[in-house]
């Protein structure tokens, strides 16, 4: 019996408007509101609303033999209760067939681990909290950001009370090893780590549609027996990918939601053979294979399957020193306006905006990518960001505060600050 | 005295110096009693098919704006042609294939020809295929208004190196003595590795004209040493300046740092680096400045990762290409200009910024620098002598006063009429020699 783990992942950046030097000292409202509105709303009517009323009838028709596992970022749930309630409202729906699992991650799909362990408790904390209030849930398992993953960042997760954590079965990290079983983390073994299996992964969220693929068309029979099949060794496959893939990366018209709608019975035809579970009844199911050793940062991104999407060049490494150097102004001052925007300006998808190596991912960037340029993205974030530290030195000289950050003595001259104004 | 004069669009309608340039001078002209044909390539793409287009002096006016309430007399000692084409300033022959490229992909008609020279009016469409071919069809066409225009002007002017066959064509035509003007050289544009074509090109013009007017000494310099023209064919005119008859208010400062500026093109003829280089050393100083880059180029991408490897991006600002409006509104939110110019035969911008009220900082390496004393000079590869300028205009009040009040006076003293009277002198001479020839 091969345990099918089916996970997905939802998110979308809150993307900044077009701030020139000009704005800055006098406009404090740093978003685009349109644009978030139309990509919401059109994710929502291709995507959200008709995949979860599908899930959701999936479960029903199979009475809990159907399972699957979600993370939804905080800045996701925001733009959802900005822009599209429903959708909100048929996650909760979701969540309370009991047969979907929520896992804990970083509030605003951050690089927060990236930044310091204080940085990482504090985003999951907020989204742990956020699970809580939004779905009345208590998550047990955890995934990071894009799948950056560490030994240093299992153990992390691990004293944060996590038991089970996702990671990338990247072909440098595991070797002749099969994503196919449970690993434990090299530091703190009683962490189990799910390795997706981005073959697998990678044949729904990339490859469906492509007619120049050997396996076009891809039905979910054929997909169910190379689940099934002996060259499918080991005991879970791990299917993680975006929920976007579902009606936006793979339009409907490539027969996705057709495809998605066949594959349980598909699957559970395979008696004695495939299951499903979410990811912390997979973990619990299997014991560790052996521990995993991964020293360095790895991801789900990009063929290199590391960081250096969002932190692999000099603007994305500037942009990413400078937002965490106001971390101490930011706690100091405690207030909700300026959280609000400490929080969306950590969204990784800023920094993914600034990558500037287009060789082997370039049309993947691009898709996601709302500037001409890296130079343009880093250009934009970095006029947002001024004017966030000036309105952040100005309201801790009026509070009477001052924590200058390592790199930088702030100018506190200042007296009133105009109040960022947010949604 | 009448010129037929092969000049680029004015203000706002096209950016940069030679626009602005042309402009002051027609301008100056025009009260010194000289009467100016005006031609200027415009791209009219294929909604017309006509080569030349006379453009009413009325409608020019209206086009760029008012020009004030002593237009009218000027305006009418000038009349107008457009060239259709899509020529413009400071375009290098690459830019053209990038430019080019869009045009054709817009669906539009290529005009193409092994021997252009050979071509007379029978066009089959539009634009030439790269930019040598376009400045040698712009000539053709202008050749043509030279020979419509036939006893209507006394000598022609052609400014920057695009015009020059115009310029040859026209004097062919016309037996009319012929003046060029050196804005810039190939050196300025691409250093020491030129363009072979485009220094041709100049050449041939400044060869085959009576006089070559430079925008400076350091450019006459460079036209007699490095192109071989006669010292004696060559006469210095330096560029002025023209004040705005309606001054708009001071916009609301939002940042409350100083603010160091520089505008230009982002491209290794102004330096951008030495600046990137000067503004990390007085942030190592002082925390309250910010500096800010405004232009686009084909050095901004370059310049933008060394000001994230320096750590200091939070205080160094990209605002982009600025146009109208915005570039007064950035001169008048500086408290420093800075030009670091590697080389600059004339450079306007910084007397933008003294009429500003704005203390500026030039580099050696200008043409400018010969006709200010009120503004702080350096070398421009000396960036701790730049650091050290920017540092004192910040910190010392009395010495940023000292600079900006009479920096004011000077530039109010450099006047395109009195540019306007020298050019004139120099038609004078060559319509004499022309005429004892």
């Known amino acids: 019996m091969k345990t099918v783990c089916l996970y997905f992942q939802v998110h979308q950046p809150w993307r900044l408007k077009k701030y020139r030097f000009f704005n800055m000292g006098k406009d404090h409202y740093y978003l685009d509101d349109l644009l978030n509105r139309s990509v919401m709303q059109k994710v929502a009517r291709q995507c959200y609303l008709p995949m979860n009323a599908l899930l959701l009838k999936l479960i029903k028709e199979n009475k809990g033999k159907f399972r699957c596992t979600f993370s939804i970022t905080g800045i996701a749930v925001e733009q959802f209760k900005a822009y599209t309630p429903e959708v909100l409202d048929s996650f909760r729906e979701l969540a309370a067939t009991g047969c979907v699992e929520f896992l804990a991650e970083t509030y605003s799909h951050s690089l927060a681990a990236l930044a310091s362990p204080e940085d990482f408790t504090e985003q ?40 089970t954590m996702l990671a990338e079965g990247a072909r440098h990290v595991l070797g ?21 299996n981005y073959k697998l992964s990678d044949d729904i969220a990339f490859r469906f549609s492509n007619k120049s693929w050997d396996q076009w068309p891809l039905t979910a029979d054929k997909y169910a027996s190379w689940l099934a099949s002996d060259e499918t060794t080991g005991d879970v496959i791990n299917l993680f990918m975006d929920y976007e893939t579902f009606g936006e990366h793979q339009h409907a018209d490539t027969g996705i939601f057709d495809f998605m709608k066949a594959l349980p019975k598909a699957v559970l035809a395979k008696k004695n053979e495939l299951e499903f579970a979410t990811v912390t009844e997979t973990a619990n199911k299997y014991q560790p294979v052996a521990v995993l050793h991964c020293p ?3 991801s789900w991104a990009d063929e290199e399957r590391d960081i250096t999407a969002w932190l692999g060049n000099e603007l994305q490494n500037e942009a990413f020193s400078k937002l965490y150097a106001q971390k101490d102004k930011v706690m100091a001052l405690n207030d909700p306006d300026f959280f609000y925007v400490w929080s969306f300006l950590q969204t990784s998808d800023h920094f993914y905006y600034m990558a500037t190596k287009w060789l082997s991912d370039g049309d993947v960037h691009s898709y996601f990518n709302p500037y001409d340029s890296a130079y ?15 309105e952040l030195d100005a309201a801790l000289a009026a509070k009477g505060k001052q924590v200058p950050s390592k790199d930088e003595k702030a100018d506190t001259k200042s007296g009133r600050r105009n109040k960022v104004t947010v949604k | 005295m009448r010129v037929l004069m092969f000049g680029w669009e004015f203000p706002p309608h096209i950016a940069g110096g030679l626009g602005t340039a042309c402009y002051g001078m027609t301008r100056g002209l025009a009260r010194n009693g000289v009467e100016v044909t005006f031609v200027v390539p415009h791209a009219y793409g294929d909604e017309d098919q006509r080569f030349i287009h006379i453009v009413n002096a009325s409608d020019v006016d209206a086009l760029y704006g008012a020009t004030g309430s002593d237009a009218d007399d000027i305006l009418a000692k000038m009349s107008f042609i457009h060239i259709d084409s899509n020529m413009v300033p400071y375009i290098s022959p690459e830019e053209y294939d990038e430019y080019h490229k869009k045009y054709v992909e817009s669906g539009q008609r290529v005009w193409s020809t092994t021997d252009v020279w050979k071509q007379r009016y029978t066009f089959s469409g539009k634009y030439g295929a790269n930019l040598m071919e376009e400045v040698a069809r712009y000539a053709v066409v202008a050749a043509q208004v030279a020979k419509e225009l036939e006893g209507q002007f006394d000598v022609i002017h052609a400014h920057d190196w695009l015009t020059y066959y115009a310029g040859i064509a026209a004097k062919r035509v016309s037996g009319k003595p012929l003046v060029v003007h050196m804005h810039a050289t190939e050196y300025d544009r691409s250093g020491e590795n030129i363009n072979t074509q485009t220094y041709a090109i100049e050449r041939a013009g400044m060869m085959a004209a009576d006089r070559v007017m430079a925008v400076s000494n350091l450019t006459r310099n460079i036209v007699i040493n490095r192109y071989g023209i006669p010292a004696d064919k060559v006469v210095t005119v330096h560029n002025a300046v023209r004040f705005a008859e309606n001054s708009t208010e001071a916009p609301e ?25 000067a503004a990390a050393k007085v942030l190592k100083r002082l925390p309250n400045v910010r500096f800010v880059m405004a232009g686009s180029g084909d050095m901004m991408n370059h310049v933008i990762r060394r000001v994230a490897r320096l750590g200091i991006a939070d205080r160094f600002h990209f605002t982009g290409f600025l146009r109208g409006e915005d570039v007064h509104k950035m001169f008048q939110l500086s408290d420093v200009y800075v030009m670091p110019s590697v080389s600059e035969p004339f450079g306007i911008s910084p007397l933008e910024a003294m009429r500003s009220n704005v203390p500026v900082i030039i580099s050696k390496q200008s043409g400018v620098a010969e006709v200010l004393d009120y503004a702080v000079k350096v070398d421009y590869w000396d960036v701790d002598a730049l650091a050290d300028a920017i540092y004192g205009l910040i910190e010392y009040p009395a010495l940023s006063n000292m600079f900006a009040s009479k920096g004011l006076e000077e530039v109010t003293n450099l006047k ?6 020298k050019i004139k002198a120099v038609y004078e001479t060559v319509i004499e020699e022309n005429k004892k020839q």
């Open chain 2, 416 to 421: 395109w009429n009195d540019a306007a009277a």
């Open chain 1, 176 to 196: 002749w090893k099969s994503p196919n079983f449970v690993y434990a983390n090299a530091i703190n073994q009683k962490m189990r780590l799910l390795l997706r």
């Open chain 2, 253 to 277: 400062r939002g940042v409350k740092d100083k603010i160091v500026t520089f505008l230009g093109r982002i491209t290794y003829q102004k330096g951008p680096d030495y600046f990137v280089e």
């Open chain 1, 296 to 298: 360095h940062m790895m």
């Open chain 1, 376 to 390: 343009d993205a880093f250009v934009n974030y970095m006029n947002v960001l001024s004017d966030f530290i000036i």
């Open chain 1, 124 to 163: 999951v904390k907020l989204h742990t909290a956020m699970l809580k209030r939004e779905f009345g849930v208590k998550p047990t398992a955890f995934r990071n950001t894009e799948l950056i993953y560490s030994d240093e960042i299992g153990k992390a997760v691990a004293d944060m009370g996590f038991k």
